[in-house]
């Protein structure tokens, strides 16, 4: 069974970092793209981020490029989100998502989703 | 800001059919795949059609996706209670190189 297990929210000050992780399981994680989605208290669901099954390729949406860094660790089945100078807007759940296909781009449906983590950016 | 539009509700009541719609632009929806994602109340999304109109394994056949041109929709026939939902769409887009979702389409079952 695919798994996938967010781990890393919390409460953080604007203008602080925070890493978020995404242990994943029950699939062999290196040949799929793996992709982050947040969700604003009450809002609907923003893509984040991308990263190719290698993590050769990354992707960004405008809204975090430049602050957020996307990376794996194939060797131990893990994705990242490190999330630096955040601001009150970035607080939401955030999902990790596996990707259909090994490429970020494109052609990828995301299945399954884990359970989120909550990151709260306030004062 | 979500560039994919849908309706920001649909009610309608045990059994009927109802329909969502998702419109895009050329960049996006007519140029890639549409995916659609049922979150059920507090829960994570799941996948629910991907490629336009393919059901995963497990996903009742009373679910259903079309696309033409720049809009794609959704069809929920023989509608549950179990059904009362948040449905989102979802595509590349290759204008803004990344993936996009609709602005989600709450389902009511009266």
């Known amino acids: 069974e695919v798994q996938l297990v967010e781990s890393g929210g919390g409460l953080v000050q604007p203008g602080g970092s925070l890493r978020l992780s995404c242990a994943a399981s029950g699939f062999t994680f290196s040949s799929y793209a793996m992709s982050w989605v947040r969700q604003a208290p009450g809002k609907g669901l923003e893509w984040v981020s991308a990263i190719s099954g290698s993590g050769g390729s990354t992707y960004y949406a405008d809204s975090v490029k430049g602050r957020f860094t996307i990376s794996r660790d194939n060797s131990k089945n893990t994705l990242y989100l490190q999330m630096n100078s955040l601001r009150a807007e970035d607080t939401a759940v955030y999902y990790c998502?596996?990707?259909?296909?090994?490429?970020?781009?494109?052609?990828?449906?995301?299945?399954?989703w884990g359970q989120g983590t909550l990151v709260t950016v306030s004062s | 800001q979500s560039v994919l539009t849908q309706p920001p509700s649909v009610s309608e009541a045990p059994r009927q059919r109802v329909t969502i719609s998702c419109s895009g632009s050329?960049?996006?929806?007519?140029?890639?795949?549409v995916n659609w994602y049922q979150q059920l109340p507090g829960k994570a999304p799941k996948l629910l059609i991907y490629y336009d109109d393919l059901l995963p394994s497990g996903v009742s056949d009373r679910f259903s996706g079309s696309k033409s041109g720049t809009s794609a929709s959704l069809a929920i026939s023989g509608l549950q209670s179990e059904d009362e939902a948040d449905y989102y769409c979802?595509?590349?887009?290759?204008?803004?190189?990344?993936?996009?979702f609709g602005t989600g389409t709450k389902v009511t079952v009266l």
């Open positions: 050329s960049s996006n929806i007519g140029n890639n795949a």
């Open positions: 998502a596996k990707c259909s296909t090994m490429v970020a781009a494109s052609y990828n449906w995301f299945d399954p």
């Open positions: 979802a595509a590349w887009d290759d204008s803004l190189n990344g993936y996009v």
